[in-house]
């Protein structure tokens, strides 16, 4: 069986949406709402320059992995930073979009715990990662319902070190339980990564050498 193209997916939606009169020119009032969960500002970047012109986005900083209280907080002021930088942008007319809105999560680390719980010395990448993944999309999935979104995705699919086939998994089988659209991504793609390490230079965005949780911080040696 041929693995699937969610790039290709992606696209086609976005197509459609186009087709329907649906990307943005700035002050439109017309479009799709997404609700995006965020692992960062950096792997943001390259997302919100991508969808901010076919989507409202509300940005949802939702990651009880994090290793601190202290980084969680440096890395939620991150997006709050960038998102204010885009939407100086778009309502200068530099930046094609919608304006972006932010929305935060719990910081609930003894979820995080408790989802890892047996699985603390799996490597990074397995099956502790699975269950981070299942956790903080569940949480998108249960708020895009609650709000009325048209669909939800996540911008963890943009790491080479995410298993985007899994992400994409989860978020369908969440998809069909909350019954809110799934937006299917491989953000990674189309050298998505890259313009994103280029964005994190460009706004001067803190970058971490891990994922976030403890796990990954000892395995990095930090």
């Not at 976005?14 to 692992?39: I, K, M, N, Y």
């Amino acid at each position: 069986m041929n693995a699937v193209n969610y790039q290709k997916e992606l696209d086609k939606i976005l197509g459609t949406l186009e087709e329907g009169g649906q990307s943005a020119s700035p002050g439109r009032e017309a479009g799709r709402r997404l609700f995006l969960h965020s692992c960062c500002a950096p792997c943001s970047s390259y997302v919100l320059e991508y969808l901010c012109s076919f989507f409202f986005i509300t940005v949802f900083y939702y990651n009880p992995n994090i290793s601190s209280p202290e980084e969680y907080c440096k890395r939620v002021e991150e997006q709050k930073r960038l998102i204010d930088a885009f939407n100086g942008e778009i309502e200068a007319g530099v930046r094609r979009g919608y304006p972006i809105a932010f929305a935060e999560g719990d910081y609930e680390p003894q979820k995080f715990y408790e989802a890892a719980r047996g699985y603390e010395d799996c490597t990074e990448g397995g099956e502790r990662c699975f269950r981070c993944y299942g956790l903080r999309l569940r949480e998108t999935a249960k708020r895009a319902k609650e709000a009325g979104y048209d669909f939800f995705c996540t911008t963890l699919t943009i790491s080479p070190l995410k298993n985007a086939g899994k992400l994409n998994e989860i978020g369908l089988a969440l998809s069909r339980e909350y019954g809110v659209p799934w937006l299917p991504s491989d953000f990674k793609k189309r050298d998505g990564y890259r313009r994103s390490v280029e964005l994190s230079a460009k706004y001067g965005l803190y970058r971490q050498n891990y994922c976030g949780c403890g796990y990954s911080l000892r395995d990095a040696g930090n």
